[in-house]
């Protein structure tokens, strides 16, 4: 009779080639996206030291003011996130209140992507609701969507 040897190979899993969406293997993007007014935002996430880009910029240098990093970071600061991902976004359209409302909801469609036991907290704080209030167009014969020509008599 003869033994049966049987070997055990460990195969490795194929590296992804690298581009602008693909990592390598282990390496892996959330995605959300966030719209407000008529600002859009493409926001990637994924476990790391905490890096937050805006559109290739830091926070701090992108928005000035206190109120829209606050209002970003209100979901990470609700998940107890903050530090601990690794966030990349790439916005556009609107002005900076867009812009932070739009980057809010996506960071939180994309925390709600990462881990789904976050869903809870984030709806309760209304941070998956999409505001769809919407700039009124002017119209003809007025001098804005509301307002009106001065009146006169004579």
Do not use: C
């Not at 493409?42 to 206190?66: C, M, T």
């Not at 606050?70 to 903050?82: I, Q, R, S, V």
């Not at 990462?114 to 119209?139: A, F, I, N, W």
Request: no cysteine; net charge positive; proline share 4%.
């Amino acid at each position: 009779m003869s033994e049966d040897t049987t070997t055990t190979e460990t195969i490795e899993a194929p590296q992804v080639k690298a581009g602008p969406r693909d990592l390598p293997a282990g390496k892996h993007w959330f995605w959300g996206t966030g719209r407000r007014k008529t600002s859009v935002a493409r926001v990637r996430i994924r476990p790391g030291e905490g890096k937050f880009l805006i559109n290739q910029r830091e926070v701090d240098a992108y928005f000035s003011e206190v109120q829209h990093r606050a209002d970003m970071n209100a979901p990470l600061e609700a998940t107890k996130t903050l530090g601990n991902i690794d966030i990349m976004v790439n916005v556009h359209g609107g002005g900076y209140t867009g812009q932070a409302g739009a980057i809010r909801l996506g960071l939180s469609r994309a925390l709600k992507e990462y881990d789904p036991s976050l869903e809870g907290v984030l709806r309760e704080r209304g941070y998956l609701t999409t505001d769809s209030r919407q700039v009124e167009r002017k119209k003809y014969g007025q001098r804005g969507a509301r307002r009106r020509f001065q009146f006169s008599k004579r």
